[in-house]
């Protein structure tokens, strides 16, 4: 990122026979100097790749008044590092917390859009409120920017945080593949902008990439939260304001966002091996067995959940 100079792109443009190079000597290169024509030297704020020159240089300009120069370089990309130990996990991406890891890990969601709001909204009225074609519009219209820049930074460094960790940690990672546009057309639809949840499945996609890691989409139907992690029971009906809730079969307590995340794992290693280890008796009328038939209905009584499998077993009875 550059913001030294307060020269336009439009300053800098000129006709194509007169369109100086972007002067990137090999010891200026080495060093994280970039030479501008009009702008001078400049350090640049990140490493640069082991290259002697780069392949294309790129300047923008953002809305902010910001300049970004991005470089382009081939590179010999690091073989995997070998290891015995494969360790996975199962990440459950939601609204209040933005992932649940299978391990009980919760990473809380930070919220950046929703926290300055108010003050977004002051500074949009304030600009609404200017005369179009002044000044002081545009110096407002530049204010607007740069609180949403700083909004977008904030969001984007904790996402950056979250998917490095993840694909620094774990040789496997499940995830399901939610259909981030349709969750965005809803009642939540600010909340889900807020949580980019599409920007975490592209960065993990990529990074894994980067990294020789192994990433499994999980197939966004499957039941993950009303299904028991312990006994692959599954409930017909879980209402979205039970965060916990207990297995009438084995008697497990579940926390909702940890019971689904576990359960993505689980069929993320399924769809690895290649093979079908569910039981199918949960979708059959045989899911209960006869010495515990009558205790689980009457738990299912009590809790209020219930599951079709059992009920037809008992009718059939």
């Known amino acids: 990122?550059?913001?030294?100079?307060?020269?336009?792109?439009?300053?800098?443009?000129?006709?194509?026979?007169?369109i100086p190079e972007l002067q990137a000597p090999r010891e200026g290169w080495k060093r994280g100097l970039l030479t501008l024509p009009k702008l001078g030297p400049l350090k640049l704020a990140e490493d640069l790749p082991r290259v002697d020159r780069p392949d294309l240089v790129t300047l923008s300009l953002d809305a902010a008044g910001r300049y970004f120069v991005s470089f382009s370089a081939e590179v010999a990309k690091a073989p995997p590092s070998l290891s015995y130990r494969a360790p996975a996990v199962g990440v459950d991406l939601g609204l209040k917390h933005l992932a649940t890891l299978s391990t009980g890990e919760k990473i809380e969601n930070p919220k950046r859009y929703q926290?300055?709001?108010?003050?977004?909204?002051?500074?949009q009225r304030s600009l609404s409120r200017r005369q179009k074609g002044?000044?002081?519009?545009?110096r407002q219209k530049l204010r607007v920017a740069r609180?949403?820049?700083?909004?977008r930074e904030a969001r984007q460094y904790a996402l950056h945080q979250l998917t490095t960790r993840l694909t620094e940690r774990f040789d496997l990672i499940c995830i399901e593949d939610?259909?981030?546009?349709?969750?965005?057309?809803?009642?939540?639809?600010?909340?889900v902008h807020d949580a980019s949840l599409g920007e975490i499945l592209r960065q993990l996609k990529y990074k894994a990439d980067w990294r020789d890691k192994i990433l499994i989409d999980v197939d966004r139907w499957y039941p993950s939260s009303k299904t028991c992690s312990t006994c692959q029971h599954r409930l017909d009906e879980l209402r979205l304001d039970v965060r916990e809730w207990t297995c009438p079969k084995c008697g497990s307590c579940h926390d909702r966002d940890v019971n689904a995340a576990r359960n993505v794992l689980t069929e993320g290693l399924r769809q690895l091996a290649g093979r079908d280890d569910r039981d199918?008796?949960?979708?059959?009328?045989?899911?209960?067995p006869e010495e515990i038939l009558v205790q689980v209905l009457a738990e299912e009584a009590r809790s209020?959940?219930?599951n079709r499998a059992c009920l037809e077993q008992a009718r059939l009875h």
């Open 1 to 18: 990122m550059l913001t030294r100079s307060r020269h336009r792109v439009s300053e800098l443009l000129c006709r194509p026979s007169e």
């Open 115 to 123: 926290k300055r709001l108010r003050y977004l909204r002051q500074q």
């Open 134 to 138: 002044s000044r002081r519009r545009e």
């Open 147 to 151: 609180a949403h820049a700083k909004v």
């Open 178 to 191: 939610l259909n981030v546009k349709a969750l965005a057309r809803g009642r939540h639809a600010r909340a």
């Open 280 to 288: 199918l008796r949960v979708d059959a009328g045989d899911s209960c």
């Open 304 to 306: 209020g959940q219930c």
